[in-house]
């Protein structure tokens, strides 16, 4: 089959062996994937892997597809995945923080083939199903919805809190939306003007980077920008006593002056992965809109353009189709 390979800090279409599921696990034929930040760091040298010596890493977590193999009760059914693949045992999963498995593969990030390919497997358990009413455009969007929805659950929003979303690429526009049905006192802070109108076409307060009010400070910052730069800015905005949400993962790090967080007592979090259910039923349910979210959609073969293009300032989610 044909599958997008990372080596030595290059990504390119190869051919490998399709797959076998080994037991508790289905075969999965891949209908769409997204390309994310996380993708494109990966690239770069974000994440470790320590797959077997000669294994090919395949890349890519965002997808929507068809389970072919395996799975009675999943048999032909659109599905989406939880990305994390767990032990179940671990003090970690006993503790109810599977997420955090201390033997976890992760997929298209670690010890785990990813979904930039025709088949990918995953733990039955990591299965959920697509509801009718969904598209697969809309439906490939499941996974990072969840991630923006996770915050939600580690923070306290309520009508007084003001919020700030910095940053409105891939992840930022999602986040927002799902911030605004919190009814907090949201702004969401981007660079490009076109994602800017999307927010203003979904009634959604923003402003560019230039035209920040100075002395405005907030009481919680969501730090989306996909740059080391971003914590820095956000520790400029937040208010003594807040709270920074961070969700960029980069591979290229830079110092960062902590004092302000220290002299300001402010609480530092990280975000990641988030409940897979939640996202397909606010899709279903139209809470969030992802219209006018896709830029591009390429063959597989052509991986490699699209990664190109998903690189590119201002542009949103690039889906591959194998």
């Not at 930022?172 to 907090?184: D, E």
């Not at 960062?256 to 990641?272: H, I, K, P, Q, Y």
């Amino acid at each position: 089959m044909k599958a997008v390979v990372v080596e030595n800090h290059k990504a390119a279409v190869r051919d490998i062996e399709k797959p076998v599921p080994p037991p508790g696990e289905v075969l999965i034929a891949v209908r769409l994937a997204g390309i994310c930040a996380t993708d494109l760091e990966i690239i770069k040298g974000y994440a470790d892997d320590s797959r077997p010596a000669g294994a090919p890493r395949v890349i890519g977590h965002e997808f929507v597809g068809t389970v072919v193999e395996g799975g009675k009760s999943l048999a032909n059914q659109r599905v989406v995945g939880e990305i994390n693949c767990v032990c179940g045992r671990c003090d970690m999963c006993q503790g109810g923080l599977a997420n955090h498995c201390r033997k976890r593969s992760v997929l298209g990030i670690c010890n785990r083939a990813g979904a930039f390919a025709e088949y990918v497997c995953l733990p039955e358990q990591n299965c959920v199903p697509v509801p009718d009413a969904l598209t697969d455009e809309e439906a490939v969007f499941a996974e990072p919805l969840a991630a923006a929805i996770q915050i939600t659950r580690q923070v306290k929003l309520e009508s007084r809190t003001n919020v700030a979303v910095l940053g409105t690429g891939r992840l930022g526009l999602l986040v927002a939306q799902v911030l605004a049905t919190t009814g907090c006192k949201l702004t969401a802070i981007g660079r490009q003007r076109a994602t800017l109108a999307l927010l203003d076409r979904r009634r959604i307060r923003n402003v560019h980077i230039d035209e920040l009010t100075h002395g405005v400070d907030y009481d919680v910052v969501i730090e989306c920008t996909g740059s080391p730069s971003g914590l820095p800015l956000a520790l400029k905005l937040v208010r003594p006593r807040g709270t920074i949400v961070i969700k960029t993962t980069c591979a290229e790090r830079e110092p960062v002056d902590l004092t302000d967080l220290v002299v300001n007592e402010v609480t530092l979090l990280g975000s990641r992965c988030g409940p897979m259910r939640d996202a397909l039923a606010m899709l279903a349910t139209r809470r969030v809109d992802t219209t006018g979210m896709v830029s591009r959609t390429f063959p597989l073969a052509d991986a490699e353009k699209a990664l190109a293009a998903a690189s590119e300032p201002g542009t949103m989610k690039v889906l591959l189709k194998p």
